[in-house]
């Protein structure tokens, strides 16, 4: 049995940690619970079921929810220090956590204030976990989801892929195409529904635990109050406050990203430690090297390396963190130029941190050689292939590109809601 974070069980917001202090040491147990059998878990492969109760018994789905009488939520700063963390540990819940907390804030970005209230309201007292996708897709047939109105409001019917939370999610947000109107509509699903059929994917090559795959919608119904507001196709119709969605969730990947990063120098340096890679060169050129760990120069030079590249995307990171945080207080008042700023950051901390990601466990596998031979090794090829899936979702060119003619040209990236 593995062990519990040592915070009581909570079924409401009144009993999450009040102490801004506390989320630090709460995320440690967790990652450390999840660090426990995360090998044994990515090889069977099974959906996070029993991952979504270890966060839910640490009162992490609800940090973000706003601060009740009782309660204190919490801000994008520790929700991104938080994804990291258990990302260190479990790359694939860490992701699984960052899209529910930018899906949890999908009626702030497109609903009313009154109405994303109540729904966060629920959603903090019960931690529900969010999943979904609020961008249109367009398939060569249409839309891949309508919604069909009826006398109470829509029947919604379709089939979405999702990168995260098949099957174990508790409310999902979708974006789709009225057939009436042909207007985009955000709504909010319950997938405990019988008209929704959730499909794993089977044997994905990383991110194994993240619960990807895809859910099917057989008329299921939407009552208007699950409406949350219209998603404009039109980039000219985008308030820049909406357009912070696809940029929160670009962020919080690149915080997963880190923590691939750095959970796998962190394993590499105890396996290192015990049982050093050897250069057979290294004795040659540099005489007998003090007898101890680690003490070979070359492998020293490799983690000097590493580490720096690992310190230098977590720096901008940082800075991407700490300009999306303000941008999101700033609301709805949030200006298309400082917006354009926002963007800019996140595709700069992409083009670095994406590119570091990749060669540090690239490396690492060098630097642990034969550690992973036996069955029972490390696994240190999942830090690989989770940064090799994780990074594959984006393009290092268009990043750039829009880094390049913001600041040659002062153009400002376009407004859009798909990350």
Known sequence: MPKQPTVPTSSSAADRPADEEVWPRVTREVADDLAADALARDRAGKPPFD?????????????????????????????????????????????????????????????????????????????????????????????????????????????????????????????????????????????????????????????????????????????????????????????????????????????????????????????????????????????????RPGGDPYLLLAYGELVTAAHTAAAVVERATEALTQGLLTGRALSIDARADIAVLVAAAEAVTNRSVLHITTRILELTDGADSAAEGPGFDRFWRNARVLTARGSASHSLRDIGDHYLNGMHPALTLHA
């Not at 270890?54 to 929810?65: C, H």
């Not at 409001?153 to 009436?180: E, I, K, P, W």
Request: glycine share 8%; hydrophobic share 40%; with cysteine.
């Open 51 to 291: 991952e979504m109760s270890r966060l839910r018994e640490a009162g992490l789905p609800s940090l973000l929810m706003p601060p009740a009488p009782s309660a204190h939520g919490s801000d994008w700063r520790t929700a991104c220090a938080v994804i990291r963390e258990i990302a260190t540990a479990d790359s694939s819940i860490g992701e699984l956590l960052g899209r529910h907390y930018v899906l949890s804030w999908s009626a702030r970005f497109f609903s009313t204030p009154e109405q994303a209230a109540r729904l966060e309201h629920r959603s903090g007292a019960e931690q529900w976990l969010w999943g979904g996708d609020t961008a249109v897709l367009e398939t060569e047939a249409g839309p891949d989801l309508t919604l069909a109105p009826t006398d109470n409001g829509y029947v919604l019917n379709g089939r979405r892929a999702l990168a995260t939370g098949v099957a174990v999610t508790d409310r999902l947000a979708l974006a789709a195409v009225c057939t009436d109107t042909g207007e985009s509509l955000l709504v909010v699903v319950d997938p405990a529904h019988p008209g929704v059929l959730a499909e794993p994917a089977n044997d994905p090559l990383g991110q194994r635990l993240a619960g990807a795959g895809s859910i099917d919608f057989d008329n299921v119904p939407v009552h208007t109050d699950q409406v949350l507001g219209p998603v404009p196709r039109d980039e000219h119709a985008i308030s820049p406050f909406a357009s912070l969605a696809p940029l929160a969730l670009r962020l919080v990947l690149l915080h997963v990203g880190l923590g691939i990063a750095e959970g796998a120098l962190a394993e590499a340096r105890d396996i290192n430690r015990i049982a050093p890679r050897s250069w057979p060169r290294a004795s040659a050129e540099h005489g007998d090297y003090p007898d």
